[in-house]
């Protein structure tokens, strides 16, 4: 072997590959993800057990949304300086320790499991650090499709969807916690072990409070922050509120409705890295554009609860893609748009901004059933939502347009 190959191997060795990093930040997402949904399969349960109201139940499944959304903020900052070799299992290890106390002690009063669901927020907040950390791997024009990669790890929340009833069946309560605390440990271990920071990344030195204050500053901060908050809210808000939704709605059982779930959340994981990949051939606002009216269509097709077969159904795996999409095409955008030593606090910002648009949605869900024993009015809300963001994103085109047209008439 000449020097120049060994010296090639040893720098392999040492920096990684990209597609051996993509694979352990996709995996980390999900294992994070899976403890951060770990309530949402059992909220039915646990609303029979203690004689929740359905708000309280919305609020239960909600809490953790809220903390991982908000959580992002910091925590991609905090990658954009500390890279995710060092993130990845700080997040993991501290998660291990909501996700034993649900298990264990904190699943019997609606206090204890508030309580536990807002620590466990913190697996949310993975999502902020695969982003800057895959970014950094990959040359601009495969990023939106690495990055869509990545975002296929919130099938997280598909695994939780499938496993967790049924551990608690074939066990105990504290079976699903025990398991996915065990595979948090492991993935910690191994990302320790195995990630390595991108060689060359960006490494910003300012202060976190001013880093944070020139993010908010970008435009592509809040014209991303918005179009993620319906497309990714809106994810997470069915991914949440579904099971109970079609238990209601259709009377299915709690097995019935999480599996349909599940399928839901399947396809919106698969769709994620099509709308990346989508978006590195043709702008991503166009696919942004196409998703949106989707989901639009599918919400109004909705509201009027057509029969699960074959009208609703459809309407549900339709959004469902969309929504999937339309994710994958926000952070391509974020990906071509946001300065590379950026990545991290915008993902964050914009990351928090999903999470936050799914935060919601249950919460109006369940308080307009409350009221009126009806969730037509929730899903006309959601097509509104949804025709202002593709309002949002075709305005946005136009104005860049125009003053494209005006530099190349100087």
């Keep these: 072997m000449s020097t120049s190959s060994a010296r090639a191997g040893r720098d392999q060795a040492t920096t990684g590959s990209p597609g051996l990093m993509l694979t352990l930040a996709t995996i980390g997402f999900a294992v994070n993800f899976w403890a951060w949904a770990l309530l949402s399969p059992l909220a039915i349960r646990f609303t029979a057990a203690l004689?929740?109201?359905s708000f309280q139940q919305a609020l239960l499944v909600a809490v953790p949304v809220v903390v991982g959304s908000v959580g992002r903020i910091p925590v991609g900052a905090l990658t954009d300086r500390f890279g995710g070799r060092l993130m990845f299992p700080l997040v993991s290890l501290t998660t291990i320790v909501p996700v034993l106390y649900l298990g264990l002690l904190g699943h019997d009063s609606l206090t204890a499991l508030l309580i536990g669901g807002f620590f466990l927020g913190i697996g949310g907040t993975a999502f902020a650090i695969g982003v800057p950390?895959?970014?950094a791997w990959f040359p601009p024009h495969r990023r939106g499709?690495?990055?869509?990669?990545?975002?296929?790890g919130m099938g997280g929340t598909a695994i939780s969807a499938l496993t967790t009833v049924k551990l608690v069946d074939a066990g105990s309560?504290?079976?699903p916690f025990l398991l996915t605390a065990a595979m948090l440990a492991v993935y910690a271990i191994a990302a320790w072990l195995l990630m390595r920071d991108a060689p060359n990344r960006p490494v910003p030195t300012a202060p976190l409070a001013q880093r944070l204050a020139a993010t908010l500053?970008?435009?592509i901060t809040w014209q991303a922050s918005a179009l993620y908050a319906v497309v990714f809210g809106g994810y997470v808000a069915f991914s949440?509120?579904?099971?109970?939704?079609?238990k209601t709605a259709y009377g299915l059982t709690q097995a019935d409705a999480a599996n349909r779930?599940?399928?839901f959340v399947l396809l919106a994981v698969i769709m994620r890295p099509v709308g990346g990949w989508i978006s590195d051939k043709i702008a991503p606002s166009r696919v942004l554009a196409a998703s949106l009216s989707v989901v639009i269509a599918g919400a109004i097709v909705q509201s009027f609860t057509p029969g699960l077969a074959p009208v609703g159904t459809i309407a549900f795996l339709a959004m469902a893609a969309a929504l999937g999409a339309g994710s994958g095409a926000t952070f391509a955008l974020v990906a071509q748009v946001a300065p590379a030593n950026q990545v991290g606090s915008v993902t964050g910002v914009v990351g928090a901004a999903g999470g936050l648009g799914g935060f919601v949605p249950p919460l109006v869900m369940g308080s307009i059933y409350g009221q009126f024993e009806s969730y037509a009015l929730g899903l006309a809300l959601l097509a509104v939502v949804a025709l202002a963001a593709l309002l949002l994103d075709v305005?946005?085109?136009?104005?860049?347009n125009a003053r494209e047209g005006k530099a190349a008439h100087v």
Excluded at 395 to 400: E, F, I
Aim: hydrophobic share 55%; aromatic share 14%; charged share 10%.
């Design 51 to 53: 004689e929740l109201t």
């Design 133 to 135: 950390f895959v970014n």
């Design 145 to 152: 499709f690495a990055v869509g990669v990545f975002g296929a």
């Design 173 to 175: 309560t504290a079976t």
């Design 217 to 219: 500053r970008l435009k």
């Design 240 to 246: 949440v509120y579904l099971p109970a939704y079609l």
């Design 261 to 263: 779930m599940a399928g």
């Design 395 to 400: 305005l946005s085109v136009a104005r860049n």
